[in-house]
């Protein structure tokens, strides 16, 4: 009736204006601008599935760089202080969905507390190194897993968060496919240049 105001406010729908335009791929369309601050006991472990990450993480990549892996990437945030790392972590699955590899790329204002936990955590020995600090982790003398720590090329002193980059490459003790290209190609280029 005229001048009556509408006994729902919603209209016909039953939906408020706000549930109008729901994205139905993504219904929380501000999920991906809350990254989840994690530590690195909780992704560098190898009991992680495929299903986990994709419900731990608000944001997946998939990664075809090895032919016979699965690979499945995530940003990394560890916190807010120079001591935390942000980057990505990527773990790369056999057929049977079994973790094989984990990789980390990052920046970290002071890798001290990194370095310590890693050592802890898989027995990492320093390399001689040259340009940055290598540890390894051997098998019959070749290296099976390995972190590398560098300064970053540019260091600005008003950007505490950012002055050394951090590669870690941890692979399942077994793993036939040894390195990833990217690892053996950091290790054969140290080398080359006397670097270790």
Not at 88 to 107: A, E, H, W
Request: with cysteine.
């Amino acid at each position: 009736m005229a001048g009556q105001s509408p006994a729902n406010s919603t209209g016909a729908t039953g939906l408020t204006p706000s549930r109008l335009h729901v994205d139905p791929f993504n219904p929380n369309p501000h999920s991906l601008d809350q990254m989840p601050i994690v530590s690195l006991a909780e992704v560098l472990r190898f009991d992680i599935s495929p299903d986990w990450v994709m419900g731990r993480f608000p944001r997946v990549s998939t990664v075809l760089s090895e032919l016979n892996l699965d690979g499945l990437r995530v940003p990394l945030v560890t916190g807010t202080s120079p001591s935390d790392l942000a980057g990505t972590v990527t773990y790369y699955f056999d057929q049977f969905k079994r973790l094989k590899r984990i990789c980390v790329q990052g920046n970290v204002g002071d890798p001290t507390r990194y370095v310590a936990e890693l050592q802890q955590a898989y027995q990492m020995s320093q390399e001689p190194s040259l340009g940055g600090t290598l540890y390894v982790i051997k098998w019959n003398g070749a290296p099976t897993s390995l972190l590398h720590i560098a300064p970053a090329s540019v260091v600005h002193s008003d950007s505490p968060y950012g002055r050394f980059q951090l590669f870690l490459e941890l692979n399942q003790a077994g793993l036939e496919f040894g390195l990833s290209p990217e690892a053996r190609h950091l290790v054969e280029a140290g080398r080359h240049t006397k670097r270790w």
